[in-house]
DNA sequence: TCCATATATCATGAATAATTGATATATTTG
DNA sequence: CAAATATATCAATTATTCATGATATATGGA
């Protein structure tokens, strides 16, 4: 990950279409979303879905899968791990006690998680 | 945390000398810098600084303390965690094990700390 | 009070991105 | 192969964002 890659990233998450879409399927986890069902949920116009979604695509934030004439998309966790490990560098390093209280709330040792 | 204020966050995020400043504020940590070592530091001019700080200020993700004639910024943790929580919300909830190999990561367990 | 230093604001031109109608491509079905 | 469905691409307009020169504000020191 570099600093173009990242910034790409973020861009991707700068747009409140772009927001909802991936919100939606960080929750839909590993079922997914059909791009159709996507633009219907947040009423958005055809085409303008299909560009979000390229362009989180071309960010590394979702990946996706064709289903016959259907295509199914997910959220990548893995290149959101990479944007914010980026991100958050070094940020343990020098003063831990700095990030502990971000690390508990992000993480499923709080309430955001109900088993892991 | 809404929306529009994540999507704030994340554009405050998506351009280079943004992101640069922030991570240097990450590692910063507690110390913080002063707004002229951070222009010096990335070769930026001082209005266009002032500019791009302003940005990270009034998405929440840094902090600053006048100290004298100067101004020390710090990157501030919580407004991260809320942009983050606001993104990643659910996540864990329906499909636990999605999300443990990305939070591994993310926090200290792993190589990007060393004692916490 | 006058000057120097540090940072912020304003106005403007240039570059980027967003939305959308029209159209193209890919897949399934008859 | 033709029609229907799902998604992607193109072209054009509008809107947003960026960097910067000039200038303003705030603080400290002589």
Known sequence: M???KSTQAFA???QATRLDVFRLLVKAGEDGLLAGEIG???QVKQNTMS???SVLLNAGLVKNKREGRTIRYYADMEGVTAMLSFLLEDCCGGQPQLCQPFIQQITCSTDNCNDA
């Open 2 to 4: 570099d600093t173009n």
């Open 12 to 14: 991707a998450l700068s």
């Open 40 to 42: 219907e949920k947040l």
């Open 51 to 53: 560009a979000n979604l």
